[in-house]
């Protein structure tokens, strides 16, 4: 091995490239069963993030559902998810620039299936599913108005084009997972009010339904309430001997176990200090499938290694699968095998084929072509740490890692700390070149699940509750310094960014806080009145248990927007937004660019069109990662490696 050259942290050259993330930045989702072929969804960064759904026929050959300039998503709750549904070669899917439902098969180009709306985008569907015999779509509506908030619906689109869209449950502010039973002759869904989100309480619904006409009939409710989070239910599939078997995951015991309801009686099948599922900020994702003799393949993990368990109707485990991916996702059977999307710490997402008998694993499509030396990835550790108020918090540290390059020892390395959005969400060990790109030049990372993370159980997920703006911002805060502590960080040079929620964590650090150098804030949130009438209907009343009801409330509203507290800003921030994002409005990032414009704190403001909430793309995200590095090393005096074209800083003349 050659001796690595001696180059200050920070200033390391490094393969991981703002062209090489965006060259492997392919979004996976969605993925769908159909016989022996398998489907998935792409975002691509190369084509303006448009979504394409990719056939893979059993031939081994693959090819594109949607033609260019049709863009495979939806927009219901603006996250939208599962934009489409396939059966017998037959594909339906959600169109973003008009959001009708369009049919695609071999005999010609898509065609929509859907009317036209009175107001542009405002009739859209998600959570698609196809009855048994084709002929309609179970989806949730959105319709939009110029004059209130959106209504939703469980509906069933006919698929012979007639537009005739027949409305089966409405009332509740949301509803999801509209699913029919293996008889045909039942429907389940989710439904939830405000202030509720999902993964605070939601109700189970079970119907007769009439698939001559699209109804339904005697509705009953089986589980739930606004305490009770209950996601991905699923019929138990037919031949199986549980007939009218409903499976669902429920957090009733703390913790999102798996759980059934047969013959009206309901029988949890899992009780574990595990989540099972998720947050649904998006339709349709699937955490465990079926076998065909009825058991449940369920994604799960066991001392740090990923598997897939096999857990019988009656609850008995019965089999375990080891899978060389720690993070898994989109579980779908198909025969005797199971395809699902799958990643490591040191490999990207990739949609997957295994036989689970062999133990046989293909891939099918990486998100990423890339072949990297291993010797430039920084593996995770796990860490647990203490936080205010006798709390705890968890995250993954990875150290500045290059086999070419070292530091003299003089010095501690910079810490980037990163804040996930959500913010009931979490960040996992899967490899993220973003991540990596800081880690190869010689800066040390920790991604953190602060309190309110899900992963956790129910206590940690709503500890969270009330608290928004102050335990996420401790948790970071109290993570540099548990690594300043253990002599991993440079307490002089700890920086910190997030985007979204995590970018109002970002924001009230830089604001509140008097710990960070440097911080960069992605579409965040810096006034919390914007989601008192200036925001989508699925987070309008996310906040009345964040922070609290309004205006009862409005005093902490006023007290954690930093927008009111720019006299404390005293940090140089780079600010990154998309000019037409819906959930955080522009006008966020020009208040608080004008804030530190007024008191001569160097900044940068790059505002980006045609996008929305999250960059997708490629000259944008590496525009963005490309102009917060130069940003940071301005700020922390050190010269980054590479002809960098440098962004634009006000009050420059301050560092």
């Known amino acids: 091995m050659p001796a690595k050259q001696i180059s200050p942290y920070g200033s390391w050259e490094s393969p991981i490239s703002a062209d090489l993330i965006t060259q492997g930045g392919l979004r996976l989702g969605e993925v769908r069963v159909d016989g022996d072929d398998v489907y998935w969804h792409e975002g691509r960064p190369e084509e303006a993030g448009r979504y394409v759904i990719v056939k893979r026929s059993a031939d081994g050959s693959t090819s594109d559902v949607n033609p260019a300039p049709l863009n495979a998503r939806n927009a219901v709750h603006e996250y939208g998810g599962s934009a489409y549904a396939v059966r017998d070669g037959v594909v339906y899917f959600a169109n973003w620039d008009d959001q009708r439902i369009y049919k695609a098969s071999d005999s010609g180009e898509p065609q929509a299936i859907t009317n036209a709306p009175e107001i542009e985008r405002g009739l859209r569907f998600a959570d698609l599913k196809l009855t048994n015999d084709s002929n309609w779509i179970l989806a949730v509506s959105e319709t939009h108005h110029e004059d209130r908030e959106a209504d939703n619906a469980i509906v069933a689109v006919p698929t012979d084009g007639s537009g005739d869209v027949k409305t089966m449950a409405s009332g509740y502010d949301f509803y999801s997972s509209p699913r029919q039973n293996p008889a045909g002759d039942k429907i389940c869904w989710l439904s939830w009010n405000h202030p509720n989100m999902p993964w605070d309480g939601c109700e189970l619904w079970v119907a007769d339904f009439d698939s001559e006409n699209g109804s339904v009939s005697n509705e009953q409710k089986i589980t739930g309430g606004t305490d009770t989070s209950i996601v991905q239910p699923e019929w138990a599939p037919a031949g199986s001997g549980q007939d009218d078997t409903l499976v669902f995951i429920t957090d009733e015991s703390g913790w999102w176990n798996l759980t059934k309801w047969a013959n009206g009686k309901i029988t949890p099948l899992l009780a574990e200090e595990k989540d099972h599922g998720g947050p649904a900020w998006a339709f349709g994702f699937s955490t465990y499938s079926f076998l065909e003799d009825g058991a449940v393949l369920l994604k799960g ?47 990207s997402a990739e949609v997957v084929r295994a036989t689970l008998s062999k133990g046989d694993i293909t891939s099918l499509k990486s998100s990423s072509d890339i072949e990297l030396d291993d010797a430039y990835l920084s593996i995770p550790e796990a860490i647990t740490f203490p936080s205010t108020d006798n709390g705890e918090a968890h995250a993954f540290y990875y150290p500045p890692t290059s086999p070419d390059f070292e530091s003299d020892g003089s010095e501690i390395p910079p810490l980037l700390v990163i804040s996930h959005g959500g913010p009931t969400s979490a960040t996992s060990s899967a490899l993220s070149l973003p991540v990596q790109f ?75 806080e008097d710990r960070f150098a440097v911080g960069a804030t992605y579409y965040g949130i810096a006034d919390l009145s914007v989601f008192i009438g200036d925001t989508h209907k699925y987070e309008s009343r996310y906040l009345d248990s964040l922070i609290g009801p309004y205006p009862e409330s409005k005093q902490l509203y006023h007290d954690r927007s930093a927008i009111n507290f720019t006299d404390q800003l005293s940090c140089p921030m780079i600010i990154l937004q998309g000019l037409e994002d819906k959930i955080v409005p522009p006008s966020q990032a020009e208040i608080m660019a004008g804030a530190l414009r007024d008191k001569g704190i160097p900044f940068s403001l790059m505002m980006f069109e045609g996008e929305q909430h999250g960059f997708r793309q490629s000259k944008n995200i590496k525009a963005s990662l490309e102009g917060e590095l130069y940003f940071y090393g301005r700020v922390m005096k050190f010269t980054p490696a590479g002809d960098l074209p440098g962004v634009e800083i006000e009050n420059e003349s301050a560092l």
Not at 306 to 314: H, N
Not at 325 to 336: F, L, M, Q, R, Y
Not at 465 to 489: H, S
Request: hydrophobic share 35%.
């Open 301 to 347: 993990t066991k001392n740090g290694k990923g598997l897939l368990r096999m857990v019988t109707l009656q609850g008995r485990e019965v089999a375990e699968t080891p899978v060389p991916h720690t993070s898994i996702a989109e579980v779908n059977v198909i025969g005797d095998d199971v395809a699902y999307i799958g990643a490591s710490p040191t490999s």
């Open 438 to 512: 800081w880690t190869s030049r010689g800066f040390a990372v920790v991604d953190v699940n602060y309190r309110g993370s899900t992963g956790h159980g129910k206590a940690f997920r709503d500890a969270l509750k009330g608290n928004w703006g102050v335990y996420d911002t401790d948790d970071c805060i109290a993570a540099a310094d548990y690594l300043v502590g253990r002599g991993q960080a440079d307490t002089n040079r700890l920086a910190i960014k997030g985007g979204s929620a995590g970018g109002y964590t970002t924001i009230n650090a830089l604001t509140f």
